[in-house]
C-alpha cells in the first residue's frame, strides 16, 4: 500500500492468537492520543465492554487515508489478522504481483479461496480500479462544482457587460463632448473603467466575506485542502477580475470610438 513504517516493528509469526496483543499505529493516532511519549512500548486499552485488550504498540507507520477520500485521515490502529479470534464476514486481501503475472495470480487465488471452503463468495478487481472506484463520488462533486462555477462565472459577466454598455450609452452625449473637447481614447477608457472598478471592488467585498462564512460548510468535501485556503482564494479573484475586466472592455472600447459630430448632431 505504500504506508511507510516509521519505527518499530512489523508483524510477523510471532503475533498470533493466545500471544500478547500488539497494534501498529498511525502517525495521526500517535499525535492526538501518545502525544509527547514514545509510542513504541506504550500500552492501550481498546475494543469493546466484553472483549476489551491490552494493546502493546510495536510500531508506527505513516498516515494513509483509511476509509474514503472524504473523511481523510483519521486515528488508526492496525491488529494481525492471525491474531484475531474472529474474521468480519467481509474481508478485503491484497496481492502484490506484476501486470504480466495478473491473470495466472487471479487464477490461483480462486482456485486456492476455491478450496479453502466452496461457499465463499468473492470478486478479484485489480487496484487501479478500487481507487478510481473511490473518486468516483468525488470527481463527480468536483465535474458538478466546476460547471456551476463556470455557468455563474458566465452568467456574472454577461451581466456585467449589461451594465456597463447601459452606462455608456447613457453618458453617450457626455463622451462624444469629452471627445471633442480634447479627451483621448485611454481618458474615456478610464473613465469607464473606473465605474466597473467600483463595482468590482463592492462586489469582491461582499462576495469575499461571504465565501469566507459559508466554507466552513464545505469542509466535509474537501482533501488536502483547508476551507479557507489562501492561494484558491487569491486564484478565485483574480479570476473574477479578469473576467470582469473582459467583460467591460467590449463597452468601454466601443465608447473611446464614439464620433463626437455625430453624438452632437444627434444630440
Not at 510495536?58 to 492471525?82: I, Q
Not at 463556470?150 to 447601459?166: F, P, R
Not at 484558491?232 to 472600447?253: C, H
Amino acid at each position: 500500500m505504500g504506508i511507510r513504517r516509521l519505527s518499530g516493528r512489523d508483524f510477523d509469526r510471532s503475533d498470533r492468537i493466545g500471544t500478547a496483543p500488539v497494534t501498529i499505529v498511525n502517525e495521526t493516532f500517535a499525535r492526538r492520543f501518545l502525544a509527547g511519549r514514545p509510542p513504541v512500548g506504550q500500552r492501550i486499552t481498546a475494543g469493546g465492554p466484553r472483549d476489551r485488550k491490552a494493546f502493546e504498540v510495536v510500531g508506527v507507520v505513516s498516515d494513509a487515508v483509511y476509509r474514503s477520500l472524504r473523511e481523510g485521515v483519521v486515528p488508526t490502529m492496525y491488529l494481525p489478522l492471525a491474531a484475531e479470534e474472529s474474521v468480519n464476514s467481509r474481508i478485503t486481501l491484497t496481492v502484490s504481483t506484476s501486470t504480466a503475472a495478473r491473470s495466472t495470480v487471479d487464477r490461483l487465488l480462486a482456485d486456492t479461496l476455491d478450496g479453502v471452503d466452496p461457499g465463499l463468495t468473492f470478486s478479484i478487481r485489480d487496484f487501479d480500479e478500487f481507487i478510481r472506484g473511490g473518486l468516483t463520488q468525488e470527481r463527480l462533486v468536483a465535474l458538478l462544482s466546476g460547471f456551476f462555477g463556470g455557468l455563474a462565472l458566465l452568467l456574472a459577466a454577461v451581466g456585467l457587460y449589461g451594465v456597463v454598455a447601459h452606462a455608456v450609452d447613457v453618458r453617450r452625449t457626455e463622451i462624444g463632448v469629452r471627445i471633442a473637447l480634447g479627451a483621448n481614447r485611454l481618458g474615456i477608457l478610464v473613465l469607464v473603467f473606473r465605474r466597473v472598478a467600483v463595482m468590482l471592488a463592492l462586489g469582491l467585498a461582499a462576495g469575499l466575506g461571504l465565501s469566507l462564512w459559508a466554507s466552513r460548510f464545505v469542509g466535509a468535501l474537501l482533501f488536502q485542502l483547508e476551507p479557507h485556503d489562501v492561494t484558491t482564494f487569491a486564484g478565485a479573484l483574480a479570476v473574477l477580475v479578469a473576467a470582469s475586466a473582459l467583460a467591460a472592455w467590449i463597452p468601454a472600447r466601443r465608447a473611446s470610438r464614439i464620433d463626437p459630430a455625430q453624438v452632437l448632431r444627434e444630440g
